[in-house]
């Protein structure tokens, strides 16, 4: 307990700072809304995309034997008569 109240100044001095630091211009230049959320959308595309290319070859196979197996055995229904 005591160590954390020794760090606590510490870091409330450091997050004080950041404020500073962005208004005194050393990183507000290069901060740009549109490009954080254009790159963001991308990844998320890119990473669906992924999952998909995975999932839908799979549920395609599943289905595809369902259906086969139950075309299959109506088939032999039909010649057992």
Partial sequence: MMKL???A???A???SAVPMALSAGEG???FDVSTVMKSAVDSTQSQMFSVLAIVVPAIAVV???VVGIKFGIGWLRKIKG
């Fill in 9 to 11: 100044p510490a870091v």
């Fill in 13 to 15: 001095a450091k997050l």
């Fill in 63 to 65: 289905t595809a034997a």
């Fill in 28 to 30: 507000a230049a290069t």
């Fill in 5 to 7: 109240a020794l760090a």
